[in-house]
């Protein structure tokens, strides 16, 4: 089943809220994870029918966020991380998979359960991806769209080496700035810390090619993860794993999800 496309339920909306496949190994074993994904198509589904995917508790929540766009990526990135978890628990009421904010902000599960997942979930203001992975083996996700919005405001986080080892790798700089900062925003969410430390400590390690749109790298201070980091169009993902563990992505389906 994680292997394959499926269709997680028909939540009745004529929507099909779809996986992208995920494979997570370890030498000894298969890690257990989920990738979701939604863009913005099913959101005025899920207003209309909240109900289906909220614990009224989340919606209350929900309701108290009175800036749209906010609004939106919480409901879409809540929704992304409810179908992976759904996925991993094998638990379809939705509505019953609470998702609730650490006290870092990161997303908790509260479900009636001893089994349960690490979350990830990152949102750009269309699309928003989450991901359920066996607890022991975090995974950190992060999404960008790249524009030619300017880049000054990350030029205190992305160094000078970091810019080199990708400058082979990206069509410029601007673009280097924004798969730097994905890379670096992804294992941020692992460490649980965001943006609280300076991402000049979350520097790269060389990249290696996977293909031409995709490479995996480490960190020079935190060399127990890996990034694998691609870029798809106008947009680029992150995904941060235990270096120990091999990932494997469905590039061609996550595109077509991005890009419906
Ligand atoms: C983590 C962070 C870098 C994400 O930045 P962003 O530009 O909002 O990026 P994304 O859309 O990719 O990710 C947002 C999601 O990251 C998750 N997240 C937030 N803080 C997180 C943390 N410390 N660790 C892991 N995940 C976190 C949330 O699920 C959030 O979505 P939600 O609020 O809708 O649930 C940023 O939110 C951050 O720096 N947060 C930390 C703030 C903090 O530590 N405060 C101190 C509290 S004591």
């Excluded at 997680?8 to 997570?24: C, N, R, S, Y």
């Excluded at 939106?72 to 939705?94: I, M, N, Q, W």
């Excluded at 460490?191 to 520097?203: D, M, N, S, V, Y």
Aim: proline residues 7%; hydrophobic residues 40%.
């Amino acid at each position: 089943m994680p292997h394959e496309l499926i269709n997680i339920q028909d939540t009745g909306m004529g929507v099909a809220p779809e996986l992208v496949p995920l494979k997570i190994h370890h030498p000894s074993s298969t890690v257990r994870s989920f990738l979701a994904i939604l863009t913005e198509s099913i959101y005025a589904g899920i207003e209309r029918e909240p109900q289906n995917w909220f614990h009224p508790s989340e919606w209350s929540r929900v309701n108290a966020l009175k800036v749209e766009k906010r609004r939106k990526e919480f409901v879409l990135g809540r929704c992304a991380c409810k179908l992976a978890t759904s996925a991993y628990l094998e638990e379809p009421h939705l509505e019953h998979l609470v998702i609730n904010a650490g006290i870092f902000g990161q997303p908790i599960l509260r479900f009636l359960s001893n089994h349960h997942p690490e979350l990830s979930i990152t949102h750009t203001d269309t699309v928003a991806l989450a991901v359920a992975s066996e607890q022991g083996c975090p995974i950190g996700l992060d999404i960008e769209k790249l524009t030619d919005r300017n880049t000054d405001f990350l030029a205190e986080h992305i160094t000078q080496r970091d810019l080199r080892l990708l400058a082979g790798l990206t069509p410029n700089v601007n673009h280097a700035y924004f798969r730097a900062w994905t890379i670096k925003e992804a294992l941020s969410k692992v460490l649980r810390c965001g943006i609280t430390i300076p991402f000049a400590l979350l520097e790269l390690e060389p990249p290696t090619l996977i293909d031409a749109n995709s490479f995996y790298c480490e960190y020079r201070n935190f060399p127990q993860y890996r990034c694998y980091s691609w870029s798809l169009g106008q947009y680029l993902i992150a995904i941060v794993a235990p270096r120990n563990v091999s990932l494997e992505v469905d590039a061609d389906i996550l595109f077509s999800r991005l890009v419906p």
